[in-house]
């Protein structure tokens, strides 16, 4: 283990059909506490979501015990490290949602999206019939997005359904049924808002595997048809190509990201 950087994180989800969400909650629970993992974990009928942190061998417990649930075998995870605890106590809550969307009975697990590598994902957006969402708020997408991607603006994932209802309506008075291609951070979003699209009856719909994170990290930036920064829920605000550190800061007056050396709507001055 790298001394400097002692503590491990891992953000994971997985759509998975849970049945008695509250005793699993009980269940892992007990299994942080042994382990001394913080962090926070979402469990609903639905699945599992959150970030943990502990050290690499409890970490690696902790994610091999979710992995062993049934249907988690594919659980998706992204690791960092850290110098200092990033959290102060472990939580882990049971809610209707692992992803609040509050479009009712989805099942995210059995009726999302087709998954696409970075390489397939080049290929489908590349087709100008293919209607390529972005499925974050309006704040993530002003950082960067994919070239040809619809912005749809909004301020909450709860505010999803009913654009994209309005939008699905604009599509079929136009006689269109497109390949849908929709996206995220890391997939949690995209694979959701694929199994509401596909609901609202449409079939050839298609997400972005490991979400925007994992296409940066593993896609050649020669190559790429992704533009500007994707912006994170971490000290680190944004991040490009290779993950590097992007040119985005925080806001220190609301928190929303924009670009350095520039001044933000709230007039608070850029942290040089």
Known sequence: MDEAAPY???ALYRFAPFPDP????????????????????????EGINGTVAGSANAIAALVAHIRALPGCEDLDVKYATARDAPFARMKIKVKAEIVTLGAGDLDPARRAGAYLDPAAWNALIADPDT???????????????????????????????AWF????????????????????TGG???EKSTALVKARGFDEVYHLRGGILRYLEEMPESESRWQGD???????????HGLRPGDHIACRACGKPYPRETEHECGAAAIM
């Open 131 to 161: 209607v390529v969402i972005d499925t974050r708020n309006a704040y993530e997408v002003a950082c960067g997005t994919f070239e040809r991607a619809i912005d749809p603006g909004t301020r909450s994932f709860r505010d999803f359904p």
């Open 8 to 10: 491990t994180l891992a």
């Open 22 to 45: 509250q005793a699993l909650a009980e269940e892992l629970r007990a299994l942080a506490e042994d382990l001394r993992v913080c962090g926070t974990l979402i469990l609903a009928h």
């Open 230 to 240: 994707c912006y994170v829920f971490d000290e680190r605000v944004a991040v490009g």
């Open 188 to 190: 949690i979003r995209c």
């Open 165 to 184: 209802d309005e939008f699905a309506q604009a599509l079929r008075d136009e006689g269109r049924e497109p390949k849908i291609a929709m996206f995220c």
